[in-house]
């Protein structure tokens, strides 16, 4: 088997006029989270202004989120272990097994739950309107302010982490 170079014919192009010490560079990230007994955890990814993507696991049975949106992004969940059970507004549920996704526009009332016995693992990918204002806001269904890290927002505040268990 011939070992094929998939280099760009651009890299290294005398001619090219970008300066590209003036451009962003790729962020790589890897999808690895320590698994869980109790509570939940989110991590950052990758991130820039309009774009963030968390790897997110809850313990069995747990959840989070009272029902809530966000009206300064878009966003999507990715199951990657696990089930997780997503409510609406208006009584309906959506229950998602592994790579399987739901995407919730800006302004889009919903919770979700890990419904399974064993932990959930998810990929949650935003689209930020920061020229909306905060991005990580979230109203209730009173449009009060919620914030994401208290007992309001049903978040457990226990997190028991699974001893040499990682989703990988």
Avoid at 20 to 46: H, I, N, V, W, Y
Avoid at 118 to 127: T, W, Y
Avoid at 145 to 151: L, P, V
Wanted: glycine content about 8%; proline content about 7%; charged content about 30%.
């Amino acid at each position: 088997m011939t070992e094929t170079s998939h280099r760009p014919v651009e890299l290294g192009d005398p001619t090219a006029s970008v300066d590209f010490d003036k451009t962003p560079p790729p962020a790589r990230f890897r999808l690895r989270a320590q698994l869980l007994d109790a509570g939940s955890e989110s991590r950052m990814l990758a991130e820039t202004d309009n774009l963030q993507m968390k790897i997110r696991v809850y313990a069995a049975h747990e959840g989070e989120n009272a029902m809530h949106a966000h009206h300064n992004q878009d966003h999507s969940f990715v199951v990657l272990q696990g089930q997780a059970r997503f409510y609406g507004p208006r009584g309906e549920t959506w229950d998602l097994g592994r790579n399987e996704g739901i995407m919730l526009p800006e302004g889009t009332y919903y919770c979700f739950e890990n419904f399974g016995d064993d932990p959930l693992v998810v990929m949650r990918i935003a689209a930020m309107m920061p020229e909306k204002g905060d991005p990580e806001a979230r109203l209730g269904v009173r449009e009060q302010q919620i914030d994401a890290h208290t007992a309001e927002n049903r978040r457990p505040q226990k997190i028991v982490r699974r001893e040499g268990a990682f989703y990988e």
